[in-house]
């Protein structure tokens, strides 16, 4: 006998957020790691209480660039576009499932203006030792992908070539 499925989208259900991301995955092991109000005493003094409109969480400006390197994103508008959809990473970001998300020209923009090299290279290093601390990063093995850098000598030689 036939079966036709049902459509879905016109159901409506009560589900929680908590309940949507499996109880091992890798955000939630570093969200348990790792404190992430100290962000807040890094860029204190990169924010005015009393010029401008509300801000992005500067904490989810950090995990979101953090999900960009974890899981390999190209670039900060295919974030963007991936915390829409992903329930992990809005789980992560505490936004709720109506939320909207931040735009990634607002990420790109903080990140660029407001943030300096050297307040993020000091929450990133943070975030790292935090990780290692818990025995979720080791600094036995590390493995450089070198594709880009045996590209780049490839097309000198064949420059060098050509030139001579």
């Known amino acids: 006998m036939l079966k036709r499925g049902q459509s879905g ?10 309940d949507l991301v499996p109880k091992d995955h890798l955000l939630r092991k570093i969200e348990a790691a790792v404190n992430f109000e100290k962000i807040y005493e890094m860029v204190v003094d990169l924010y005015s ?3 401008g409109k509300p801000s992005i969480d500067p904490v989810v400006l950090v995990k979101m660039v953090l999900i960009q390197h974890l899981y390999g994103l190209p670039s ?4 963007a576009s991936e915390v829409e959809v992903n329930m992990a990473y809005r789980w992560f970001l505490e936004y709720g499932l109506k939320e909207e998300t931040p735009h990634f ?3 790109s923009y903080n990140l660029k203006h407001r943030f300096t090299s050297e307040t993020v290279d000091q929450i990133f290093a943070w975030i ?3 990780i290692a601390e ?3 990063l080791s600094p036995t093995a ?21 030139s001579a």
């Open 105 to 107: 020209s607002t990420l």
């Open 9 to 18: 989208c016109e159901m409506m259900e009560m589900v929680w957020l908590e």
């Open 134 to 136: 818990a025995g979720y």
């Open 76 to 79: 900060l508008r295919r974030t």
């Open 128 to 130: 790292l030792n935090e």
């Open 49 to 51: 209480e009393s010029n």
């Open 142 to 162: 590390v493995f450089i992908d070198g594709t880009h850098i045996k590209q780049m000598q490839t097309t000198k030689r064949r420059y060098k070539k050509k």
